[in-house]
């Protein structure tokens, strides 16, 4: 069974920096994708990062592209976020995914996900 778990959140001041983590496991950590959602408050969750293994391909929206890092250390099976010039924006609960398939193809959605890890909140105040 895969599960994953999110870490790392709490509250930060605009600018600052945080690394979120997402620890898996029954998870093959050598051929995989992993990716980052986010669920702000009255809005619906949205991908905002993903990496696969294949490749070492990295994706990002538009709001996050040249702020936040996504990474992995496969010996530790676990995924980081790092997020940095963080902005009010940014606050929301963080989550981990992964899909079935190794790829992060459409990774926006959240229906391409098979696994979801529990939230961490980021809150980021001005």
């Known amino acids: 069974e895969v599960q994953l778990q999110a870490s790392g959140g709490g509250l930060v001041q605009a600018g600052g920096s945080l690394r979120l983590s997402c620890a898996a496991s029954g998870f093959i950590f050598d051929d995989y994708a992993i990716a980052w959602f986010r669920e702000a408050p009255g809005k619906e969750r949205e991908g905002i990062s993903c990496f696969q293994s294949s490749d070492g391909s990295t994706y990002y929206a538009d709001s996050v592209k040249g702020r936040f890092t996504i990474s992995t250390d496969d010996a530790k099976n676990t995924a980081y976020l790092q997020m940095n010039s963080l902005k009010p924006e940014d606050t929301a609960v963080y989550y981990c995914?992964?899909?079935?398939?190794?790829?992060?193809?459409?990774?926006?959605?959240?229906?391409?996900?098979?696994?979801w890890g529990k939230g961490t909140q980021v809150t980021v105040s001005s």
């Open positions: 995914a992964a899909p079935y398939y190794s790829t992060c193809g459409n990774y926006h959605s959240i229906v391409r996900m098979d696994y």
